[in-house]
């Protein structure tokens, strides 16, 4: 049976996979704005697939790759995450979420900045060390400044 677990079914069977869906979700925003990079083996299965626009990534390393690479030529950053709609069916889920990422330059790139709002569309799986990630999609619907701040 599938459940939606949100709104007016938050208080139902499933919050505690709800609850633990969204901080698994939250913890990959969590791991991009410390440069935690270790902390995304909490977040992706090995064999998770991401497609953030740029191509289809294979692979929990491939993810940690790109993002670490995007990263790692501007300054602080700032992933928010909002608005989680979770669906559970047993041990898989469906999460998506709104996202608001802005990302500061450093170095020669220090004034500028680059900011997208979008949405994440998680498939979840639970393993024996909890809910993670096996396919992530990203989807940009607005982009204000220059990705020149990001890395190469």
Known sequence: MRELVSG???GRVGVDDR???IDTVNRYAT???SRDWALL????TPDAVGDFGRGLLTGREAVRDLVRR???GCGPTQHLLANHRVELDGDAAR??????AFHAGAGA???GSYEIFGEYRDRLVRTPDGW???RRELSVHHEIGTRDVLGP
């Open 132 to 134: 993670r990630i096996a």
């Open 95 to 100: 999460c998506v979420c709104q996202v608001r």
């Open 31 to 33: 791991a991009l704005d």
């Open 70 to 72: 995007m990263l790692g």
């Open 8 to 10: 007016r079914n938050a």
């Open 19 to 21: 609850a633990a869906v």
């Open 109 to 111: 790139g220090g004034g």
């Open 41 to 44: 083996d909490e977040v992706f």
